[in-house]
Every structure is written in structure tokens, then in C-alpha cells.
């Protein structure tokens, strides 16, 4: 049983650019929500996706959206990229009935 | 609006030793309550969780976790810390009113032979 699974693992970019992150959530799951994580903090929410819409978003800029697929799974876009954007940024996965969010190996970003 | 508190930024255990995290949160009503570990370079892992009912929860990897509701309080214990428990553990809060898991800043343990 495959677990959430992210690509890339690392990804180096330049300001001003745009960047995008994938998620594919665990088997079953049909709800993805996307957290970023800046060195030494705890991950902050960004934004939680189900049945293709954006259900819940956290405090982020419009430069960052996303979009999910009818297969569950889920894409991360980041516009005009900044230097406080580098962080690792993760993808959790769950079901639309259940409050427990399972975690994947996250994308590291370096702004550069 | 949900919040949690690590007060402890590091701590150094003995191989063997307990270990004891401390938690707190801050939500109106009871809360879904979670502990995650991170190691180094990875994404979380899910250790325990607690939604309602009895107070104290077992976990993966010998934790466990005791709700203590008139301490808005959800430490983490572990009797006998092994060397393969030195990463980063965070405290997570949700509730039924919200989508997201709001995290602590961490608690970062280190294992001393």
C-alpha cells in the first residue's frame, strides 16, 4: 500500500520564477491538503483540496494555488518566487470523513 | 482559533532514559490531538492521536500520550529511549470546525549513548 508519495524531492529556482509541486495522495485517501515547513518551524497550512475545489486556505499569498485532479491527486504552484519562499513543503493526505492527515517526504524548494 | 505550545526547543535524554515532551494547546472545546516525528531530511510521521475517550493513547514505537483537558496539556512519554529516537517531534492540533492542523514549533531530541 503506497504511502503519499511527492515529486521532485529537490528543486532549486531563482526570484522571480514559479515552481510546481506534486502530490499523489495514499491509496484510498480523497482529500489532499499541502503545509510548508521554513527551517527550524513547524509546518504552517496552506491550503486543503477535495473534490477538485479549494475547501479550506490558510494565510498565503495568491501567489501560491493549486489544483487537484479527479484521480486525488494534487498539484502545488508558486508565482513569483521569492527567498523567504525556500522551505520544505509537504503534502498530507486524508480521507473527507476523517481528521487524521498522512504525511509524505516532502519537496524541498531553494529560492535562490 | 487553535494554537499549540512546545516550550521545550531541545532536549538531550540518555540511551535508555525516559523521555517526556510537553504540550499545550489552546482550542475553546476538546480538540483532535496529534504527535508527529520527524527525522532528519523527512516528511512526518504520525505517532499518536487523539480524538475523544480515554484520556491516555498508545502510539507507534512504545509512546504514548495522556490528554489532560484542565491542563489544555498532550505530553508524550516514552519509558526507555532508544538512540533510533533522536528527530524532531511536533504536536499537532485540529477540531471539527476546521480543516487544518495547526503545529508547534518542535522539539528537537537528542539521543546521548
Known amino acids: 500500500d503506497a504511502g503519499v508519495t511527492q515529486s521532485p524531492t529537490h528543486l532549486i529556482k531563482t526570484r522571480g520564477q514559479q515552481v510546481t509541486l506534486r502530490c499523489s495522495p495514499k491509496?484510498?485517501?480523497?482529500?489532499v491538503s499541502w503545509y510548508q515547513q521554513a527551517l527550524g518551524q513547524g509546518p504552517q497550512f496552506i491550503f486543503q483540496y477535495y473534490e477538485e475545489e479549494e475547501r479550506q486556505r490558510g494565510n498565503f499569498p495568491d501567489r501560491f494555488s493549486g489544483h487537484q485532479y479527479p484521480n486525488y491527486s494534487s498539484e502545488l504552484n508558486v508565482n513569483a518566487l521569492l527567498l523567504g519562499d525556500s522551505a520544505l513543503y509537504l503534502c498530507a493526505s486524508s480521507l473527507v470523513s476523517q481528521e487524521t492527515q498522512y504525511f509524505g517526504p516532502g519537496t524541498r524548494l531553494l529560492v535562490l | 482559533a487553535q494554537s499549540v505550545t512546545q516550550p521545550d526547543i531541545h532536549i538531550t535524554v540518555s540511551e535508555g532514559a525516559s523521555l517526556e515532551l510537553r504540550c499545550n494547546y489552546s482550542y475553546g472545546a476538546t480538540p483532535y490531538l496529534f504527535w508527529y516525528v520527524q527525522s532528519p531530511g523527512q516528511g512526518l510521521q504520525l505517532l499518536l492521536k487523539y480524538f475523544s475517550g480515554d484520556t491516555l493513547v498508545q502510539g507507534i514505537k512504545g509512546f504514548e500520550a495522556e490528554f489532560k483537558r484542565s491542563q489544555s496539556s498532550f505530553n508524550l512519554r516514552k519509558p526507555s529511549v532508544h538512540w533510533s529516537d533522536a528527530a524532531e517531534y511536533f504536536c499537532a492540533v485540529g477540531n471539527p470546525d476546521d480543516y487544518k492542523l495547526s503545529f508547534g514549533a518542535g522539539t528537537t531530541v537528542t539521543v546521548r549513548a
Open positions: 491509496s484510498g485517501h480523497d482529500t
